[in-house]
């Protein structure tokens, strides 16, 4: 049973294997609240799963650890349980999903970890790691309905109350629910007052079908960049402690997603992956009721996968209007194109690229397409430079 002894319990134990991650100041994500950021992406491990796993792999008997342990995992946990079996002396089993990011998988391997890859997403890796349990004795590491994992993961919400005493909002991110519960459980037995929000992906929103429905529901299929909260089914323990004490459940866009990402890049130098940055992107978009209140989002870790990184900022610059793509249809005749570069390069865009062709059959036989890639700084840059085409005689297609 998950009590407040076992977290400080947890936070002792701990001492020694993580690092404290400091809040920090970040005006800029909403300008109409106080917000601060956890960041567990900067966490030994690249991730919050470092705690519970640690916590609960140092709660095990000497004859669990001499079976050695098997976990299933999108990736962060894997780590977690790799670094801490390593440290004891422990083998460990990973179940990963085939899909799981390179960086993940190699990173996993190199805490002394061996991996076995499981087609599919991350339900697929549990029910194979719960087969091989049965068939070779191992000791299951729970990656979030285990109240010894999500103590570990509470002793981040011990964190948050000693460094920001009159915390009023904390918003988490939510997978299976492991470290909402424990963040939301530590806090709410220290303050009942500060609300704790959890943040789904909309693609991913488990959780937050079965709080809405008051019973646990399992998705047919998940799709987001966020494959590290990409969970199919939440926990029984989870569904529980989410249920009794967190505040409201809320969902973002893989657009949205993107777009936190990028803020945290630009604004702050920090590093996270899709999981970690939704309740980033919670705060930016307004999602929740936190105007002038101090607020704590939680970036839950930061192992995004380098090459995808590139496509994500790609798609967080058009949604936040940081870059823009134009049809436009011209006349094929001398001086059309230094005639769009000349009113784009006056009102301060940048061209990225350019692609020219001839108008296909059925056409004006004088016709062309110009396709033009820009740097702007927002949508009204965006708008204006569409205007000013579109006033010069230029039509633009959508």
Same mark, same amino acid.
């Given at each position: 049973?998950?009590?407040? *002894?076992?977290?400080? !319990?947890?936070?002792?134990?701990?001492?020694?294997?993580? /690092?404290?991650?400091?809040?920090? !100041?970040?005006?800029?994500?909403?300008?109409? =609240?106080?917000?601060?950021?956890?960041?567990?992406?900067?966490?030994?491990?690249?991730?919050?799963?470092?705690?519970?796993?640690?916590?609960?792999?140092? @709660?095990?008997?000497?004859?669990?650890?001499? /079976?050695?342990?098997?976990? %299933?995992?999108?990736?962060?946990?894997?780590?977690?349980?790799?670094?801490?079996?390593?440290?004891?002396?422990?083998?460990?089993?990973?179940?990963?999903?085939?899909?799981?990011?390179?960086?993940?998988v190699e990173a996993t391997k190199s805490y002394g970890a061996d991996v076995c890859l499981v087609k599919g997403v991350y339900d697929d890796a549990y029910t194979k790691a719960l087969q091989?349990?049965?068939?070779?004795?191992?000791?299951?590491?729970?990656?979030?309905?285990?109240?010894?994992?999500?103590?570990?993961?509470?002793?981040?919400?011990?964190?948050?109350?000693?460094?920001?005493?009159?915390?009023?909002?904390?918003?988490?991110?939510?997978?299976?629910?492991?470290?909402?519960?424990?963040?939301?459980?530590?806090?709410?037995?220290?303050?009942?007052?500060?609300?704790?929000?959890?943040?789904?992906?909309?693609?991913?929103?488990?959780?937050?079908?079965?709080?809405?429905?008051?019973?646990?529901? %399992?998705?047919?299929?998940?799709?987001?960049?966020?494959?590290?909260?990409?969970?199919?089914?939440?926990?029984?323990?989870?569904?529980?402690?989410?249920?009794?004490?967190?505040?409201?459940?809320?969902?973002?866009?893989?657009?949205?997603?993107?777009?936190?990402?990028?803020?945290?890049?630009?604004? !702050?130098?920090?590093?996270?992956?899709?999981?970690?940055?939704?309740?980033?992107?919670?705060?930016?978009?307004?999602?929740?009721?936190?105007?002038?209140?101090?607020?704590?989002?939680?970036?839950?870790?930061?192992?995004?996968?380098?090459?995808?990184?590139?496509?994500?900022?790609?798609?967080?610059?058009?949604?936040?209007?940081?870059?823009?793509?134009?049809?436009?249809?011209?006349?094929?005749?001398?001086?059309?194109?230094?005639?769009?570069? @000349?009113?784009?390069?006056?009102?301060?865009?940048?061209?990225?690229?350019?692609?020219?062709?001839?108008?296909?059959?059925?056409? *004006?036989?004088?016709? =062309?397409?110009?396709?033009?890639?820009?740097?702007?700084?927002?949508?009204?840059?965006?708008?204006?430079?569409?205007?000013?085409?579109?006033?010069?005689?230029?039509?633009?297609?959508?």
């Amino acid at each position: 049973m998950l009590t407040l *002894d076992r977290i400080y !319990h947890a936070k002792y134990v701990l001492g020694s294997v993580i /690092r404290e991650t400091d809040l920090i !100041h970040a005006p800029k994500i909403n300008p109409e =609240c106080e917000i601060y950021l956890k960041p567990e992406n900067l966490q030994v491990t690249g991730s919050f799963k470092v705690r519970g796993a640690c916590y609960k792999i140092s @709660q095990l008997s000497d004859e669990e650890k001499a /079976r050695g342990v098997i976990a %299933c995992s999108a990736g962060n946990h894997a780590q977690g349980v790799a670094l801490s079996a390593t440290k004891n002396g422990i083998k460990s089993l990973i179940c990963l999903p085939d899909g799981a990011p390179i960086s993940k998988v190699e990173a996993t391997k190199s805490y002394g970890a061996d991996v076995c890859l499981v087609k599919g997403v991350y339900d697929d890796a549990y029910t194979k790691a719960l087969q091989l349990k049965d068939e070779e004795g191992y000791t299951f590491i729970h990656p979030f309905d285990d109240d010894n994992v999500i103590a570990g993961q509470g002793t981040i919400g011990l964190e948050i109350v000693e460094a920001l005493p009159n915390v009023e909002n904390v918003i988490v991110p939510i997978g299976g629910g492991g470290l909402i519960s424990g963040v939301a459980f530590a806090i709410k037995s220290l303050n009942p007052k500060i609300k704790v929000y959890g943040v789904q992906a909309s693609g991913a929103p488990s959780m937050f079908q079965s709080i809405q429905d008051h019973k646990i529901e %399992c998705l047919e299929k998940v799709s987001t960049i966020a494959d590290g909260i990409a969970v199919k089914e939440p926990g029984e323990n989870t569904f529980k402690y989410v249920s009794q004490y967190v505040d409201d459940i809320v969902t973002v866009t893989d657009d949205e997603i993107s777009t936190a990402i990028l803020t945290l890049i630009e604004q !702050h130098k920090l590093i996270a992956e899709g999981a970690g940055a939704v309740s980033v992107a919670a705060a930016l978009f307004n999602k929740l009721p936190i105007k002038g209140q101090k607020t704590v989002c939680l970036v839950s870790g930061g192992n995004i996968d380098v090459t995808i990184l590139s496509r994500i900022i790609k798609r967080g610059l058009i949604r936040s209007g940081r870059s823009c793509l134009l049809n436009i249809e011209l006349l094929d005749k001398p001086g059309q194109l230094k005639k769009v570069s @000349q009113i784009i390069a006056d009102l301060g865009g940048n061209v990225t690229s350019i692609h020219h062709e001839r108008a296909n059959e059925g056409s *004006d036989i004088n016709g =062309c397409y110009l396709r033009i890639m820009l740097e702007t700084r927002n949508y009204e840059h965006i708008d204006a430079i569409r205007s000013a085409l579109i006033s010069d005689g230029f039509k633009l297609l959508d």
